[in-house]
């Protein structure tokens, strides 16, 4: 009998909230790492003023806190971004021009916001329904982690990511209610 737990990486509702096991931090004292192998206490880096011009942007190592979801036998379905950033639909990540949006919002062309301050990263692949063994949704006080090197949220946003070409997509970092106030 298989008792492997399965997970569509979503709460009741729809609220997609993790990242694979296959996604990569790096962190302070142990270099990068999977996702899969990060722990509470452990420094990841992450931003602090961040905006659409890189060269203003400060990285800086932040403490995880708690992790919303630490599950490596779950077996959760993600979005593949660039044939290595594995997300839920719902969590967000940096876009260049938009802000913080939902990774289901995500479009080939877009910019994310990385590390380095000379290279760009456009989006140029989007593949759905990507299925991994384990689900991990960490928590920094900021809201902010890179994964991949690029710029996400610990947040999700609550409201599912917008499928017609030219609506807008709601922002919810920083607002006062997010999937940590919810948990």
Known sequence: EDDEEEMSSSLPGGLAICFSGQTT??????????????????YVLSMKQYNDDNQKNELYYEKVYSFGHYNPSAKGNFLQLNRDLELSKNHMVYIRGK?????????????????????????????????????????????????NDILASSYVALTPPLEKEGATTQYFLNSSITYQWLS
């Not at 004292?29 to 999977?34: C, F, V, Y």
């Not at 000379?118 to 890179?146: C, D, H, Q, W």
């Open 99 to 147: 802000g913080f949006i939902s990774a289901g919002s995500v479009q080939v062309g877009d910019v994310f916001i990385t590390s380095s301050k000379e290279e760009e990263v456009v989006v140029r692949s989007i593949r759905k329904n990507v299925s991994r063994m384990g689900v991990y949704a960490p928590f920094t006080l900021s809201g902010t982690i890179l994964v």
């Open 25 to 42: 931090v790096v962190t302070r004292d142990k270099g990068t790492i999977r996702m899969d192998q990060l722990r509470v206490g452990d």
